[in-house]
């Protein structure tokens, strides 16, 4: 019978990747990180927080953070700050460790799918290419970068962005098809239309989209010379390779920017892809924009890894205020640290930069509302308070936006503007806010509450977090697979036992726990964390829960020969038994867990 082939890597060169990828020079790359003792510590950019509680070992090659719980190593490190696919943060480390990459076994459809990937995302680049050749060329581009000059948008900006132009409805694709593309394959990315199959962007200046590695994957493209009865902007709709909803724009500068600043503060999110180029014509690089003004959840976590505060800065019209309101509940619930540009009433971030100045837009920046303010601010500006109608309406709408607060004290401080803007004393709003019940019904411990933790799990969870931390007194050949409790730390155990590597697998293969096995690693590190790494503490304390476990296997046992005792009525296997129960009472007396084997 034929060997089947596991999906995935080798072993053997995930282990290599690992060793020649230090987990601390990875990650430093992107958060800076402070060494105490054998560890180091960070921020944890996977959630919002100002107390470093991310620790990254580098004995065991893992981050693990205590605050949000989320365990991992390199790869699946890359994966989440690089938004990847498993064999593409593969292939980033390979490159940055000029490893050369075996192929990747997955299904059967795999190979064409990344064969065919490979070719369209070629075929985008090659578009690029031709599109920024346009622009460049003193014959066909002079008037576009003319254009694009008179907003502030220079050679030096658009060869960071690849912006290009579209010459008319053949040139492009009459191009493409010599460089040997197919018609379907055009159609199949959204570069040509219609039966005629012409330019999809025809006459416009080119703006490529980026994913979050740095491919194109769509366009859009904007009118320049003052066209009447066409749409300004033209963008690719959804492709084989492009989806609006998972693409953030700009998110690939920035983290080339991370990687070779070290840190980003923060992000700036604008409606547009125009709005990001613009920002960074005035010298704010750290803009993003989704495409289009609904924001995604998906996009929202895509942001949250770049940085932990984002400062929301769309349009000064009704639908970039309201867009605002709207895409901030999103940005809230990935627990980032918003703020709100207040921009002049019909300005967007290009006129905010280039006619104001770039002094100015950043004390926009400084003066940026939180989120609660800014709502109000909105709600307030949206209703006539001259009236006593318009001021009505403005403190019912009001109210209804303070009932999500928690805290009545939080409350109190908003009813003093509003009773400044309505006249309504802060006593009333307060009275009417309580009438109305707005406030949110406190959450109730859930009935039936899981009881603590038992000492056998949390022995478990400790030993296997100094074994997989590779701790000098651990191993795991010092326990067997059945003292560990059933279910999921057996599972940890016993893969762990084999390949440790294989724990943090993020292709899908593995199938640990990955709640049970965070548990396991605070278990230990809360306690490495507070102790020495050499200390005899930790050593004796991993002894003893080694005794616990070994222990309740052992008596486990007991009680079942004990039971087979009292059932049996031969005389010489009463003997026996009774032997056997000696002998497992003696290891159970002993207080050296390799006395316990069976």
């Known amino acids: 019978m034929a060997s089947v082939k596991m999906a995935g890597f080798p072993p053997e060169f995930i282990q290599e990747l690992k060793s020649r990828n230090d987990i601390v020079s990875v990650i430093s790359q992107y958060v800076p990180l402070t060494r105490k003792g054998s560890k180091y510590f960070c921020c944890c950019p996977f959630h919002n927080e100002k107390t470093p509680s991310m620790c990254v070992n580098t004995d ?96 030096d900006i658009c060869t960071r962005f690849g912006l290009g132009l579209s010459l008319g409805y053949d040139e492009m694709p009459g191009y493409m098809r010599r460089k040997g593309y197919s018609l379907r394959e055009l159609e199949d990315c959204g570069l040509i239309v219609g039966d005629r199959h012409g330019d999809a962007f025809a006459g416009r200046i080119i703006v490529p989209i980026f994913d979050g590695r740095g491919n194109v994957v769509a366009f859009g493209g904007r009118i320049y010379r003052g066209e009447k009865d066409v749409a300004k902007y033209k963008n690719s709709t959804n492709t084989v390779l492009f989806d609006k909803g998972r693409t953030l724009y700009g998110a690939n500068f920035v983290r080339k920017d991370k990687r070779e600043r070290k840190a980003v503060d923060s992000v700036i999110l604008v409606e547009g892809y125009m ?60 627990g980032l640290d918003i703020s709100v540009v207040s921009l002049p009433d019909g300005a967007d971030p290009d006129d905010a930069v ?105 022995a478990a969870r400790y030993a296997l977090g100094a074994m997989i931390a590779r701790a000098p007194f651990a191993n795991f050949e010092d326990a067997e697979a059945k003292w560990m409790p059933e279910g999921a730390l057996r599972g940890i155990y016993e893969l762990a036992a084999k390949d440790a590597d294989a724990l943090f697998a993020g292709d899908g293969d ?15 590190e809360t306690d490495a964390f507070v102790k020495d790494k050499e200390s005899q503490h930790r050593q004796n304390y991993y002894r003893d829960c080694l005794v616990i476990l070994a222990n309740r296997h052992l008596e ?14 031969d005389k010489e296997r009463k003997r026996e038994l009774l032997g056997e129960i000696t002998v497992i009472m003696t290891k159970i007396r002993s207080k050296d867990p390799s006395d316990k084997r069976v």
């Open 275 to 334: 709005d990001v180029i613009a920002l960074a014509a005035g010298g704010f690089t750290n803009a993003v924009a989704g495409m289009g003004t609904a924001l995604t959840p998906r996009q929202a976590k895509e942001i949250k890894r770049l940085a932990p505060r984002v400062f929301v800065c769309y349009d000064g019209d009704d639908a970039g205020r309201h867009a605002a309101i709207k895409n901030v509940d999103i940005l809230a619930a990935e």
């Open 60 to 155: 065991g090659q893992y981050y693990h953070c205590f605050g949000c719980g989320v365990t991992g190593d390199i790869i699946t490190f890359i994966m989440e700050m690089e938004s990847l696919a498993y064999p593409d943060a593969v292939k980033l480390l390979a490159d940055r460790a000029n490893l050369t990459l075996p192929e990747y076994r997955g299904d059967a459809d795999h190979a064409k799918k990344q064969e065919r990937g490979e070719r369209l995302r070629g075929m985008m680049r090659d578009a690029a290419v031709y599109y920024n050749a346009n622009l460049k060329r003193e014959s066909t581009g002079a008037e576009a970068r003319a254009y694009l000059e008179g907003r502030g948008i220079g050679a």
């Open 556 to 569: 486990a046992e007991a009680a079942r020969l004990t039971a087979a005792w009292k059932a049996e009525t």
């Open 354 to 458: 280039r006619k104001l100045g770039a002094d100015a837009f950043r004390r926009m920046l400084d003066e940026a509302l939180p989120v609660m303010e800014y709502k109000l601010k909105v709600c307030a500006d949206s209703h006539d308070l001259t009236s006593a109608d318009g001021r009505a309406a403005y403190v019912k709408a009001a109210l209804a936006l303070l009932a999500p607060l928690e805290s009545n004290a939080e409350r109190e401080v908003y009813y003093n503007e509003m009773s400044a803007k309505s006249g309504v004393s802060v006593k009333t709003l307060a009275e009417q806010f309580a009438g109305k019940g707005s406030a949110p019904a406190r959450r109730q411990p859930a009935p039936g509450r899981v009881k603590e933790d038992s000492r056998e799990i949390r």
């Open 510 to 524: 593995s199938a640990v726990d990955k709640r049970e096995l965070s548990a396991a690693l605070t278990e230990y």
